[in-house]
């Protein structure tokens, strides 16, 4: 049994290690100076240099396109929840003519690679004026995050107990009552990691991105890619703004791990 344990946490380890490396690496390598970067044979850290981070800061556009990446991806994120969980519930509790059909439309949509619907966006962005703007973004992102939204939570609605629910309409509850009261609480979990799952979309999306903005829209991934020029590669500012980039993903999935957790294991009504 021990034996049998002690294999168990040397893989677990061994997979950390895997994939945690990259990661060291990189935050390790965003405090070296420019010459220890490249210093062979390589070293951990022998002097620590906030200096990439200055720069960052304080002379590049970091912050703003920072700031446009969390508006888009918060904004998108938000809308599609707002739409996508009860247009789910309303897919999976009631049963009228096309319902199932409207399902395998919505998941044929999200099926199709983002890159054929970029120039159809991008024209329809330019038609309306909102080419490099955060409201074209968060549009485009929306349409892509809604079909997401609906199947994950149609998931967790199926599991919702039938009984509940009609003793609650029975009791004198309206159907937004029954949503609201009952549906949503039950299904908390699941919105938390639909929430996650749509963020993490919108926040890494790079193609829409490069498309569709020019400057004052510009999010953080066009902004790294960006640090590869011509003539040579800004390494210190790309090494920087990927810790800044993926700092808040880090801290938001150790804030709901619990909600993902019981929501992936089954768990969520019982929470």
């Not at 349409?143 to 998931?155: D, E, K, N, T």
């Not at 309409?169 to 029954?178: A, L, S, V």
Request: proline share 5%.
């Amino acid at each position: 049994m021990r034996r049998h344990n002690g294999l168990k946490y040397a893989v677990i380890i061994a997979s950390l290690a895997v994939y945690l490396s990259p990661l060291v690496w990189v935050l390790l390598s965003s405090f070296k100076t420019e010459s220890e970067m490249f210093s062979i044979p390589p070293t951990v850290l022998k002097q620590a240099t906030i200096m990439h981070y200055g720069r960052l800061l304080t002379q590049t556009e970091f912050p703003r396109y920072f700031w446009n990446s969390f508006i888009t991806a918060t904004a998108s994120t938000a809308l599609s929840l707002l739409v996508g969980v009860p247009a789910s519930y309303a897919l999976t509790r009631y049963k009228f003519r096309g319902a199932d059909k409207t399902l395998v439309v919505i998941l044929a949509l999200r099926m199709f690679p983002p890159i054929v619907f970029v120039l159809p966006f991008f024209f329809m962005m330019r038609a309306a004026n909102l080419v490099d703007t955060n409201l074209g973004l968060i549009i485009v992102h929306f349409a892509f995050q809604l079909p997401l939204a609906i199947w994950l939570m149609r998931s967790f609605f199926l599991d919702l107990p039938k009984e509940i629910v009609e003793a609650s309409e029975i009791d004198g509850c309206t159907r937004m009552g029954t949503f609201l009261r009952i549906a949503v609480p039950y299904v908390y979990p699941g919105i938390a990691t639909t929430a996650i799952v749509n963020f993490l979309f919108s926040w890494n999306e790079f193609l829409f991105a490069v498309v569709l903005t020019r400057l004052h829209a510009k999010t953080v991934p066009v902004f790294m890619a960006e640090s590869v020029t011509t003539f040579q590669v800004l390494w210190g500012q790309m090494f920087s703004s990927a810790i800044m980039f993926i700092a808040p993903v880090i801290a938001v999935a150790f804030i709901l791990q619990k909600r993902m957790v019981v929501a992936l294991g089954g768990g969520f009504i019982k929470s």
